[in-house]
Every structure is written in C-alpha cells, then in structure tokens.
C-alpha cells in the first residue's frame, strides 16, 4: 500500500512539555518507532505539524531587538521544516538502515483571494491563561482564541491548493525512499500574474494539505495521527460518544472544532469522498492499529473496517510500475 501520514503537532510536542532540543528529539524518536513497521510493509510519506514549534519562533522573533521587524510567517514555517525534518530524517535512517530516506522542504500553493486570510483560525505557539492572551494580543497586535481550558495565538489558514513539488514527491516513492515532506501544511505561497513565486503570512494545516498530497500521489490510506485515540462525538460534554468506524456523510453530520479536530475530520472525509481509500484518525501510538481498522477512527466509504490483507514488503513485482531503475530523469518544477 501506498500511505501518507500526518503526524499532529502536540505529538511531537506534547501539551505542557518544554519546548528544548531534547523533548522535542525524544518524541520524533517514539513517533518514528511506531511508524518504522509500516515502512516494512509500505510506500510511506510523512508529514508533521509545526503549531508549536512555529510558534515558539515567533515569539523570540518578537522579542529580538537586532530585528526591525519579525520574521514572517511563511519563513518561519520554513525553519521548522528543517528542523522538524532533520530529526525525522535521521531517526528514519537509524531504524531503516536498508532504506533510503528523504526530507523534502517544499511549497503549498493558496489563493491570495481566500476568505481564511480575514478570519484566523489556526492555533500556534504556546498556551496562556486568559489574560496573559488578550495582553499579548493587544501588545502584538495577535488574534487569540481559547483552546480547550486555555487560549493561543491563531492565524490565517488558507486552503491549500497544490504542493508544488508533487512530482517529485512521487519520484521519490516510485525510487523506494521514505518521503519526509509537507511539513506544517508545506510553506504557504502565492503565484502572481507572471507565474512567480512568493510566501504569505499564514500557517496552512498539515490535516488538509496531507489529504490533498494522498490524493495527488494515489495513496491508498490517510492516517491522521494526534494526542487522542480517536473523534469523539460531543467531546467535554456529558454523554460523549467515541466514533470508530463511520463514513464521511455520518461524520460531516458532526460539528468539531475548526482550530483542532475540525481539520483533521474535514481531510479525512475529502480523501475518501475523492479517492474511496481509507482514512483514519487516532493516537500515534495505535498508527499499525489504525491501518488494520482495529483503533481510532475508521472513514471509509461503507463505514465498514477493511478486510484484513497480509502486505509485502516493498518493493514488490505488483508494484513494479511504481519502483523504476534510477536513475531517473526529474521532472520540472509543478504548476497548478
């Protein structure tokens, strides 16, 4: 099977947990041991979140007095791919030695018309109390919102429209790498009338970008990994119900929230309305559970868990058309 899997922010940077070196490092390491298996079995492509991380360097932008002015978004979510992909990419190549495998900073094309960049909903950064928010909001001229029992920092959240570098993506699944890439939702860029290139000020979300990046690549599964082993209906209210398997008409029947499962429900539900494959939501621990319908939130076209199959490993004759002899020549760069 081919699989894109979106790893949560707060999985790699847990609600509450210091933000250093060491935490984060740690986490990508328990991440990459529960997703290691798949990639025996598996064509694998990895994305992950950056609220956190991005917004942590939004802060010390803003507090840096060398600078007169801070870093712009776009740029910042261009860091933490970096930083993000590199300890990705080297906790992969120690539990795959036999594997090649890749971490790719790329672009997520959005409309400059679209209606997100006036209404800010996407949570990044660090939680405060109440009041230390709206301070924060009015010295730096932020939008904040609450967040479950706190509040955060929310900014534009455009759809996106395209990664830019699809093709090679998939050049390098079809070569038996493991793809690290889109991270963050990919850096939020624009075209102008000439057909350039240029960043916004905006987070795009990972959920929906990973979806889209599933469909583009033929992906034969979405898994959409996070802190909570599964949707709940009515999440903090008296008579919450967990959701396993459903499919996308019975969960868009449902309200959840647009900073936090709203996304992660609203890209599940694409991936299986355009592609019938199967998407799943639940907790990273559970990421090989999830795959064979027995954790988390099952979307599928039926409602049904799928049929058990045993997978090779890869690659396989069946997948012959996906595995060329390199080299190969590199396509050039996408349009839309």
């Known amino acids: 099977m081919r699989i894109v899997v ?10 509450g947990q210091s933000p250093d070196a060491a935490v984060q490092l740690a986490n990508v390491r328990t991440a990459v041991a529960a997703l290691a298996p798949l990639a025996h079995r598996h064509e694998l492509v990895v994305t992950h979140g950056n609220g956190p991380q991005v917004g942590l360097l939004a802060l010390e932008s803003a ?14 979510g261009a860091e933490t791919q970096g930083m993000i992909g590199y300890w990705l990419l080297q906790a992969f190549q120690n539990a795959l030695p036999d594997r090649q495998v890749c971490a790719l900073l790329n672009q997520t094309l959005v409309s400059a018309a679209d209606p997100a960049f006036a209404e800010p909903t996407k949570f990044v950064g660090p939680v405060y109390g109440e009041e230390e928010a709206r301070r924060l909001a009015a010295e730096r001229g932020w939008t904040v919102r609450r967040d479950g029992e706190h509040w955060r920092r929310v900014v534009p959240s455009p759809t ?3 990664v830019v570098e699809t093709r090679l993506i998939r050049l390098l699944l079809t070569s038996g790498a493991v793809a690290v890439c889109a991270g963050g939702g990919g850096v939020p860029v624009v075209r102008d009338e000439a057909g350039r290139l240029t960043g916004v000020e905006a987070v795009v979300d990972k959920d929906l970008t990973a979806a889209l990046l599933a469909e583009a690549l033929d992906a034969d599964a979405l898994l959409l990994l996070t802190d909570v082993p599964q949707v709940v209906k009515g999440y903090g209210a008296p008579g919450a119900e967990p959701i396993g398997h459903t499919t996308p008409a019975r969960l868009r029947a449902e309200r959840f929230p647009a900073g936090s499962m709203g996304p992660k429900v609203d890209a599940a539900c694409r991936f299986v309305e355009l592609t019938g ?23 599928t076209p039926g409602g049904r868990a799928p049929a058990p199959a045993a997978a090779p490993a890869v690659p396989t004759p069946a997948r012959a058309e996906r595995t060329p002899a390199l080299p190969v020549p590199v396509p050039p760069l996408d349009r839309p």
């Open 6 to 15: 979106a790893l949560g922010g707060n999985a790699l940077l847990r609600r």
């Open 63 to 76: 507090a840096d007095r060398s600078l007169t002015g801070p870093y712009p978004l776009d740029v910042l």
């Open 160 to 162: 996106p429209r395209r």
């Open 277 to 299: 494959g199967l998407a799943a939501i639940g907790a990273l621990t559970d990421a090989a559970a999830l795959l064979d319908g027995t954790a988390g939130t099952l979307v």
